[in-house]
């Protein structure tokens, strides 16, 4: 009898201790927005949005705008490769529709009150390649509010539709690399062949652009906006979701989510971001290339992406403003072995600094306050991803240690 009671409180003291373990080993969200992050962030925005007083360099000033444009898109990239496990390739593509469409509708309003030499009152280089007058689908471009809306919409729908294509017949890694590479190919090669609707080569240029102190505040904004919305995404439950995809999508199918439905959803989120990113561009810079549309582009922004921190949010700020930064103020003078130091650049933050420049900080700052190696903060991060996804699993919490082991 007594034997029995010895054993029964055994086990009941067994069961505690695993329950005690599991509860201590449940995932605890961390706070939406850090209190160094809302002061660090709000330092920034306040010094690039009151560079119009205190900076009277026109140049610098356009630097800032496109640095906040191409910072959009190096956070579109960060949210489908860094969170979710999608490289593409082909990311330029949603920048560039975007682009073109808005800068069509400034050209075509800039040319109905400044005719062409030749008295025409549409895009000159229209008029070079034969055309007569605008051509009839390009008319709803007289409106910008909906060329705006056409350059934010079109791309989304298009990202659906690859998203569909793709996702749903399980194309993912190398592959969809791929595939997103000969888009932003095809894409290009578009631009360049039908030169007569898109100005081929040249672009589209001398419109009537939005580079003022109040279209900078603009920008700004919608970085922040952006900014908050990838916050709240990725720190969600979805976010969750996309990130146990991107470690191990085989596993977080087996636990009963639709792989396929979450990658869709965050690649068109994606395209919008990069699709609106464009369109502010070729409101703030006033020339269009069909180089913004070209995959050398979106290697920049996987470049700018992965030397920042991919999966950090901040990181491809800081990455696209340092590397972009670089490259204006430093090419001039090493204009023949730029492209070989941005290469060298992306080695080596592939072979060795590997989580990015965020990544990295945030790795050591954490081993220093826990007085132990990169490594074993590494092992323990890997282990909070796993029981995240057993934490946010459809089943629930797991009742045991047995279960997040």
Not at 40 to 67: D, E, H, Q, R
Not at 133 to 139: A, C, G, I, K, S
Not at 152 to 163: D, K, M, Q, R, Y
Not at 317 to 338: D, N, R
């Amino acid at each position: 009898m007594a034997e029995t009671f010895v054993r029964d409180e055994a086990r009941n003291l067994s069961a505690g201790n695993e329950a005690e373990q599991t509860r201590r080993r449940r995932y605890r969200a961390p706070p939406f927005l850090p209190i160094w992050a809302v002061i660090g962030s709000t330092a920034v925005v306040i010094l690039i949005g009151t560079y119009p007083y205190y900076g009277s360099n026109a140049y610098v000033l356009s630097l800032l705008g496109k640095f906040l444009c191409f910072a959009i898109f190096a956070l579109s990239i960060d949210l489908i490769w860094g969170f979710t496990g999608i490289l593409s390739l082909g990311q330029a593509v949603y920048f560039g529709i975007g682009a073109y469409l808005v800068a069509l509708s400034l050209k075509i309003n800039y040319a109905l009150t400044h005719p062409t030499r030749y008295g025409g009152k549409f895009p000159d280089f229209m008029e070079w390649n034969g055309l007569t007058e605008l051509p009839r689908f390009m008319t709803p471009l007289i409106s910008t509010p909906i060329a705006v809306i056409c350059a934010l919409l079109f791309p989304t729908l298009l990202a659906f539709l690859f998203g569909v294509i793709t996702f749903k017949r399980h194309i993912y890694g190398v592959y969809c690399a791929v595939i997103t590479l000969a888009e932003s190919l095809i894409l290009q090669d578009f631009i360049i062949e039908y030169q007569a609707y898109t100005g081929g080569f040249n672009g589209i240029t001398d419109y009537s652009n939005y580079g003022t102190p109040a279209f900078l505040w603009f920008i700004l904004a919608v970085v922040v906006v952006f900014f908050i919305i990838a916050r709240a995404l990725t720190h969600s439950r979805v976010g969750t979701v996309l990130k146990s995809i991107r470690d191990n999508d085989v596993r977080a199918e087996f636990m009963g989510y639709n792989v396929a439905n979450y990658r869709i959803f965050v690649f068109c989120v994606s395209a919008f971001m990069a699709a609106s990113a464009g369109a502010l561009y070729a409101a703030w810079v006033g020339i269009v290339s069909f180089l913004d549309a070209g995959p050398v582009f979106s290697i920049e922004g996987v470049i700018w992406t992965a030397v920042g921190g991919r999966g950090t949010l901040i990181g491809p700020f800081i990455g696209t403003f340092l590397v972009k930064g670089a490259e204006f103020f430093l090419s001039g003078a090493l204009a023949q072995w730029w492209q070989i130091i941005v290469g060298s650049l992306f080695i080596f933050v592939v072979l060795v600094l590997r989580d990015g420049i965020v990544g990295s900080v945030a790795n050591w700052i954490r081993a220093r306050k826990k007085k132990t190696t990169l490594h074993q903060v590494m092992e323990e991060s890997d282990r909070t991803a796993h029981d995240q996804q057993l934490d946010w699993r459809p089943a629930g919490v797991p009742e045991s240690d047995e279960a997040v082991r």
